[in-house]
Structure formats: structure tokens, C-alpha cells
Nanobody, 115 residues
Framework: QVQLVESGGGLVQAGGSLRLSCAAS????????VDWYRQAPGQQRELVAG???????NYADDVKGRFTISRDNAKSTVFLQMTSLKPEDTAVYYC?????????WGQGTQVTVSS
């Protein structure tokens, strides 16, 4: 079993910044398996940022240059630093991990960007 707990969401004005955290525990030994998704109202859940198998990062086109995913192996935590936030970034952000063909999800954290 894998547990993922997100934190750090909130309300911010356009142009502001937030840092989301995903604390991972359980049967997970490689944080490269953890990525971030988001789901806006009435929209499908979409991949925002993740790691490749080699440990490099990849991003959705509309967040490139604004969001940064990183990890702290000692704390078993993956972060999503979000800068230059836009109203269209408003969504519930989910931490996700694919471990042994199972999809694990956190409970989600709301990010609201006001204009």
C-alpha cells in the first residue's frame, strides 16, 4: 500500500506563488514514480508535472517555465512549486503514483487563483 498526502493549497492572487507538498509513505521506494495532476471543474484530470525514469522532469505545456517539480528523498516528499499563477490554474491538485501497476491518489488540495 502507498499513502499520499497533499498540502499547501489555498487562495492566491494572479501572479502569486504556492508550493504544494506530497508526503509519500508505505511501499514506495522511488519518488520518481510520483507526479502531479489537476482537475478543474467540468474538466478531465490532467497531468501537470512528473519525473522520467532517469529522474529528469516533464511538464504540461501550459505550466512550463512556471511550475517546478522536485523531491526530497530524505523526507519522502515531492513538491510542486507554482509561480506566476493564472486564474486558469484553478483546480484541485492531486498527487499520484503508479506502483506495480496500481494507481494511488492523494485526497487532493484546492488551488484557487483570483484575477
Amino acid at each position: 500500500q502507498v499513502q499520499l498526502v497533499e498540502s499547501g493549497g489555498g487562495l492566491v492572487q494572479a501572479g502569486g506563488s504556492l508550493r504544494l507538498s506530497c508526503a509519500a509513505s508505505g511501499s514506495i521506494n522511488n519518488l520518481n514514480a510520483v507526479d502531479w495532476y489537476r482537475q478543474a471543474p467540468g474538466q478531465q484530470r490532467e497531468l501537470v508535472a512528473g519525473f522520467t525514469r532517469s529522474g529528469s522532469t516533464n511538464y504540461a505545456d501550459d505550466v512550463k517555465g512556471r511550475f517546478t517539480i522536485s523531491r526530497d528523498n530524505a523526507k519522502s516528499t515531492v513538491f510542486l512549486q507554482m509561480t506566476s499563477l493564472k486564474p486558469e490554474d484553478t483546480a484541485v491538485y492531486y498527487c499520484h503514483a503508479l506502483i506495480s501497476y496500481f494507481n494511488y491518489w492523494g485526497q487532493g488540495t484546492q488551488v484557487t487563483v483570483s484575477s
